[in-house]
């Protein structure tokens, strides 16, 4: 609370500044969540270290952190569900495996709908992922109030 009274200038950074290297085998072009986890499991799977993340802002920076900060697997798409599970189960195990605390919690969502259309595609995902047992409810207009 008290870094953001001080428009968080208090913060001790978590990374280096080191001198570019010659050459890298990889270059990833934003730090945010994507380019990150694509560093990550460059170097914890494949064993890669020659790895330069190029960011303009801060690391982490994006929708991860910023915007929606949604961790979801709620997708219709075949192959989707699975994979999106996948990733939130290595979301879940993140912050033991690095020990650092990337303020990970999970909450729910609430999708209202405008039209009998939208009613009808949102029926068809919740029913989905209540079928595929993502965790999903579909709530009527009492339950809302």
């Known amino acids: 609370f008290a870094e953001a009274l001080k428009g968080h200038t208090g913060w001790r950074p978590l990374w280096r500044n ?4 010659p050459a890298y085998d990889y270059v990833i072009v934003g730090g945010g969540g994507h380019g990150l986890a694509t560093a990550y499991y460059l170097a914890k799977s494949f064993g890669r270290s020659r790895i330069a993340v190029l960011e303009k802002g801060w690391l982490g920076s994006g929708n991860v952190g910023r915007n929606t900060t949604i961790i979801r697997s ?5 192959g989707n569900e699975p994979f999106y599970e996948f ?3 290595l979301w879940e195990g993140l912050e033991q495996e690095l020990n650092f605390n990337a303020m990970v919690s999970q909450r729910g969502i609430i999708n ?5 259309a939208q009613r009808d595609a949102f029926r068809r995902r919740g029913n989905a992922m209540m079928l595929a047992g993502a965790g999903a409810r579909l709530l009527g207009r009492e339950e809302l109030r």
Do not use: F, Q, R, V
């Not at 709620?74 to 075949?78: M, P, V």
């Not at 209202?112 to 009998?116: A, C, E, F, S």
């Open 74 to 78: 709620n997708y219709l798409l075949a």
């Open 87 to 89: 990733s939130m189960k």
């Open 112 to 116: 209202l709908y405008h039209t009998d």
């Open 18 to 21: 080191p001198e570019p290297k």
